[in-house]
C-alpha cells in the first residue's frame, strides 16, 4: 500500500472564510505554488495564491497545515463499493468466466445485509485515501442511500445487464448526479444499451460502460459465441437476435450509437488503433483500472498509445472483489511500477482532473481554481521540490 493514504486529512467545504497555508499547494499537475495559500468561502476556493506577510491576513482566518500538500480531492471515476463485502473472498486464477461465476455466486450467497453494511464501511473509509469524488456502479441499487448519506459527490451509476426494462429515476444534481450505466456489450441487450443512452443523454448525464475488457467479450462480438453464449443463456440471456459479427466490441457499440463526449468507456484492453480512431473520433471519455486488469486479466491497458492520440484517462479503482483496496494512491503506484515510461504528471491527472471530466463534474472538482468546491485534502509529508513532490504522490516514497 502507497504510504502515502496514511497520511491523508481531508479537509471538508467550509461556509466561513478560511485560508489554508501549506509548504505546498498543488493547483493541478502542472501548477504548484510553494509557500501557498488557498482561501476558501461559502463553500467555494475564492483564491490561491504565494502566501503573503503577516500585514492584512488575520491569524484567526488562518490554517497553517505544515511543511506538506493541499490539493484537490481525488477522482475515483469507476468502483463498485456493492463489492465490498466481496474482498479476499474470489480467486482470479482460473480465468474472468470464472471469477464472473464466483461473483455472482457468492453476492447472493452474501445477502443485501452484508452486502449494504461492508459497502457503508467502504464508503466511510474513501475520504481517508483522499477520494471525495465517485463514479459509483450499482447493480441492485443498494448503495444510492450511502452515497447520499457520506455527503460523496460524482455520479451514482444504476447498471442494467441482461434484458430488462431499465427503471431508474435519473437526475442531474449539483454536487451529485443519478444516471444509468449499460454493464457491458456482451452482456446487455443492444435495444437495453440503447434505451439507457438515450435516457441518459436527454437529460445529458453521464453514461457508463464496461468496453473491450476481456476476450470473451471481444469473441463474442467477433461472432465466435461459444462458451459465452452458454454462460449468458445459464443466465436467462437470449443473444440470437444480436447484431455481433466481424467487429470489435468499440466498433459494435459505436454501431449502436452508444459513443459520444458523454460515454465513459472503461476497461478498454482489447483495442488497436482502429478503435482508438473512433474513441477520438465521438469524443468519448475513458477510464482505466490497471490493478484490477491485471489481477483479473494478468493484462493492462495501452496507456502510452492512448496519450498519443491525445486521449486523457481517468483512473478507477475497480471493486474489492478484483483488487486489494479502493485507493487511487495505490493504483498510482502501481502504474509507476508497470508504466515508468509515462510522465507521473499525467499518472496524477488521471486520478483528478481527468476524472472530474470524464464525470461531467470539472466545473467543480479536479483542480484548485478559483471557484471550484472548497474540499481539499492535505498530505503530511516533505518533498523538497516540484518535482519530488508529484514523485511522492505517485509512488512509495513519502
Not at 443519478?178 to 434505451?195: C, I, V, W, Y
Not at 477510464?287 to 496519450?307: A, Q, T
Request: proline residues 5%.
Amino acid at each position: 500500500m502507497n504510504p502515502v493514504s496514511s497520511k491523508v486529512k481531508f479537509i471538508r467545504a467550509s461556509r466561513k472564510r478560511v485560508v489554508h497555508r501549506a509548504r505546498w499547494i498543488l493547483i493541478n499537475p502542472g501548477q504548484v505554488i510553494e509557500n501557498g495559500c488557498v482561501e476558501v468561502e461559502n463553500g467555494f476556493i475564492k483564491g490561491v495564491y504565494r502566501a503573503p506577510t503577516s500585514q492584512g491576513v488575520q491569524k484567526s482566518d488562518t490554517i497553517d497545515h505544515g511543511p506538506g500538500v493541499i490539493m484537490p480531492p481525488l477522482v475515483n471515476a469507476h468502483l463498485h463499493l456493492e463489492l465490498s463485502a466481496l474482498k479476499n473472498g474470489l480467486c482470479f486464477d482460473n480465468g474472468f468466466e470464472s471469477w464472473v461465476s464466483q461473483l455472482l455466486e457468492k453476492r447472493q450467497a452474501a445477502g443485501e445485509k452484508v452486502l449494504t453494511h461492508e459497502a457503508k464501511k467502504a464508503a466511510a473509509n474513501l475520504a481517508d485515501h483522499g477520494i471525495g469524488y465517485i463514479g459509483e456502479i450499482s447493480t441492485l441499487g443498494l448503495t444510492k442511500k450511502i452515497v447520499q448519506s457520506q455527503n460523496l459527490s460524482g455520479v451514482w451509476f444504476h447498471e442494467f445487464i441482461g434484458s430488462l426494462k431499465p427503471e431508474s429515476k435519473i437526475q442531474k444534481g449539483e454536487a451529485l448526479s443519478f444516471s444509468m450505466a449499460g454493464h457491458a456489450p456482451h452482456s446487455t441487450d443492444p435495444l437495453l444499451l440503447q434505451s439507457v443512452k438515450k435516457q441518459t443523454r436527454l437529460k445529458n448525464l453521464p453514461f457508463s460502460i464496461h468496453l473491450a475488457e476481456s476476450d470473451l467479450e471481444s469473441e463474442f462480438i467477433s461472432g465466435k459465441k461459444g462458451q459465452w453464449t452458454k454462460f449468458l443463456g445459464s443466465r436467462g440471456i437470449n443473444t440470437a437476435s444480436w447484431p455481433i459479427g466481424s467487429k470489435s466490441p468499440v466498433q459494435y457499440l459505436d454501431d449502436l450509437g452508444g459513443l459520444d463526449p458523454l460515454t465513459l468507456a472503461v476497461h478498454l484492453l482489447n483495442i488497436d488503433n482502429r478503435d482508438l480512431d473512433i474513441l477520438v473520433r465521438t469524443g468519448t471519455r475513458v477510464c482505466l483500472c490497471p490493478r484490477s486488469n491485471f489481477n483479473l486479466h494478468k493484462k493492462l491497458p495501452d496507456i502510452g498509445k492512448m496519450l498519443e492520440k491525445k486521449i486523457e484517462p481517468a483512473l478507477g479503482s475497480d471493486s474489492l472483489a478484483s483488487c486489494g483496496s479502493l485507493s487511487l494512491f495505490d493504483e498510482m503506484s502501481f502504474m509507476r511500477v508497470k508504466y515508468p515510461e509515462i510522465d507521473p504528471a499525467h499518472i496524477l491527472a488521471m486520478a483528478t482532473i481527468n476524472g472530474a471530466r470524464a464525470l461531467g463534474i470539472e466545473h467543480f472538482a479536479g483542480t484548485l481554481d478559483k471557484g471550484k468546491n472548497s474540499a481539499l485534502i492535505y498530505i503530511d509529508s516533505t518533498p523538497g521540490s516540484k518535482s519530488d513532490l508529484i514523485e511522492s504522490l505517485t509512488t512509495n516514497e513519502t
